[in-house]
């Protein structure tokens, strides 16, 4: 079945630099990708999207990019600052397709030390 | 972005006894949403999705008579755990598609925290 795996599973960063989270995909026809930043105790809000016709996009200090033949992308938050400690998740599905689900990676707890 | 609301926040019930939760999409419709359960320190896992005016899609391994799902309007669906028990003790997270325009994005509902005594 569909699978999407997520690494690393915690990352820890100075504020100020740079963190990368990476996420593999099994399904070839995925063509939609959101991530999720989920604060503890809320609910997960979406944060960045891509699509599968699109190699990256940015907003702001969070930006995201897809290699759609190595099935994977990776979600790339620069400038990091303290509020920025959340879990992070990545998601993939078949957009407008018959599996309407989306497929969640496991999760990276983020921790930016002040 | 659109706004998803659930209701209770949190809920601690006795062994046996059944909770309905519900999930509504304050400012758009949902002809689909789905529900999750998410463990301490896991990912969400989807139990099934549910189609307003039709029957609900299980996920493998979920109980369709255990945790009973009805989509009765464009807004809102509910999620009923049956007869809980301990080991139903969780996160249960509904999430919405909002259709409109062209995106078809998901927003999550704010979550209902279940304690079974």
């Known amino acids: 079945g569909e699978n999407v795996e997520q690494h690393p599973s915690t990352l820890s960063v100075q504020e100020g630099d740079s963190a990368v989270i990476k996420c593999t995909y099994s399904?070839?026809?995925?063509?939609?990708f959101p991530w999720y930043k989920q604060e503890l105790g809320k609910r997960p809000q979406l944060i960045i999207d891509?699509?599968?016709?699109?190699g990256e996009k940015k907003d702001q200090r969070i930006a995201v990019t897809l290699n759609k033949t190595a099935k994977h992308f990776s979600l790339h938050i620069t400038e990091t600052q303290p509020e920025d400690s959340a879990v992070y998740f990545c998601?993939?599905?078949?957009?407008?397709?018959?599996?309407?689900?989306?497929?969640f990676g496991t999760g990276t707890l983020l921790a930016v030390q002040p | 972005g659109a706004v998803v609301s659930q209701h209770p926040s949190w809920v601690i019930c006795k062994s046996g006894t059944s909770v309905k939760i519900e999930c509504r999409s304050l400012?758009?419709?949902?002809?689909?949403m789905f529900w999750y359960r998410q463990f301490p320190k896991q990912s969400l896992m989807l139990m099934a999705t549910?189609?307003?005016?039709?029957?609900?899609?299980?996920e493998q391994g979920v109980e369709k008579d255990k945790f009973l799902i009805n989509h009765a309007s464009l807004t809102l669906s509910t999620l009923t755990v049956t007869s809980a028990h301990p080991e139903d003790s969780s996160f249960y997270i509904c999430?919405?598609?909002?259709?409109?325009?062209?995106?078809?994005?998901?927003?999550f509902g704010p979550g209902t925290r279940l304690l079974v005594l």
């Open positions: 999430s919405a598609r909002d259709l409109g325009g062209t995106q078809e994005t998901q927003y």
């Open positions: 399904d070839s026809a995925s063509n939609y």
């Open positions: 891509i699509r599968s016709n699109v």
């Open positions: 998601a993939a599905k078949r957009y407008g397709g018959a599996t309407n689900k989306l497929i």
């Open positions: 400012d758009f419709q949902a002809t689909t």
């Open positions: 549910s189609n307003e005016g039709s029957k609900a899609t299980y």
